[in-house]
């Protein structure tokens, strides 16, 4: 039974992590601005301090969330549509 459960929760967690990879990817493939930070992280130097890389991630990071954010205000009832099917998807893997 414990067996079981553990590839439950493994299972689940590479289909969460693969849904993520997947959104990331089509983010990266659609916006050009995503595209260059993500570029520029692959391919940039290795940076020999923690905080040049840190910089790095976070830039990603402000212009994924800044892309999210502009997507999200042009098209709004999608957004909501989409948090909607999503919270409602997500009750139903539940029960």
Known sequence: MAQRALRRVVSDFFISVSAVGIL????????????EEATALVNGQR???VAATTG??????NTVVGVV?????EHG???IMLLCG?????V???T
Not at 24 to 35: E, K
Not at 56 to 61: K, M, N, P, S, T
Not at 69 to 73: A, E, I, L, R, Y
Not at 86 to 90: E, K, P, V, Y
Request: aromatic fraction near 6%; charged fraction near 20%; glycine fraction near 2%.
């Open 24 to 35: 990331l990817a089509l983010l990266v493939s659609m916006d050009v601005r995503v595209r």
């Open 47 to 49: 940076a020999t301090q």
């Open 56 to 61: 790095q991630a976070r830039r990603f990071v």
């Open 69 to 73: 954010k502009d997507q999200s205000s």
């Open 77 to 79: 009832p999608l957004m």
């Open 86 to 90: 999503t919270g409602l998807a997500l």
């Open 92 to 94: 139903m893997f539940r």
